[in-house]
């Protein structure tokens, strides 16, 4: 259990009118736990972490960016959504690839999404989810497009009759 130690970056004052001014939460937390290490010298992170509510993994690696980077800690710190190393393709190459497959499904070729599943596997060999599937759809704004369903021995002129005999109001049955 290793005993936190910030670097004077900014004095307690500057901390405390920077974190008052932030809008979110996460960056407001993380003002606070660089607060919270340089005013409570001789803490343990897991006691900080216990104060504050957050993980004690979360308390040393806000104290490490911030010994590490300065006053720049927080440049380029993003949060949620869609990361470019870590992501299977990059937007435009999925782009390309929807592009190559596009006249196939205008045809009616591609009947299901398994199809397209399966061409995107064999282009980066390696095996993807049905979720990463439908995701690209809706990031690249392709719709599902399906016939409405009828039964096979459904019969257009007694559903005409049905429509204009149906009653538009309930009465009890005696």
Known sequence: MRILQVKAH????ELQKIMNRQKSVATFRDYQII??????LGKKAEEIAK??????????????????????WKDG??????????????LNE???????????ALKG??????????KLESMINRSV???YIWDLFKRHKWKKKVPRQSHP???????EEYKKNFRNYWQPVP
């Open 51 to 72: 104060g504050l509510g957050v993980s004690t993994n979360k308390v040393y690696k806000t104290v490490e960016r911030y010994n590490k980077y300065g006053l720049s």
């Open 109 to 118: 070729e591609i009947l299901s999404y398994v199809q397209i599943k399966n």
């Open 77 to 90: 710190v993003k949060r949620g959504g869609r990361r470019e190393p870590r992501c299977i393709m990059p």
């Open 129 to 131: 989810s049905d979720d």
């Open 10 to 13: 900014l004095t307690s004052k």
């Open 94 to 104: 999925e782009a390309k690839f929807l592009q190559s497959i596009e006249q196939e």
């Open 35 to 40: 607060y919270s290490v340089q005013t409570n």
């Open 153 to 159: 021995k459904s019969d257009k002129a007694v559903q």
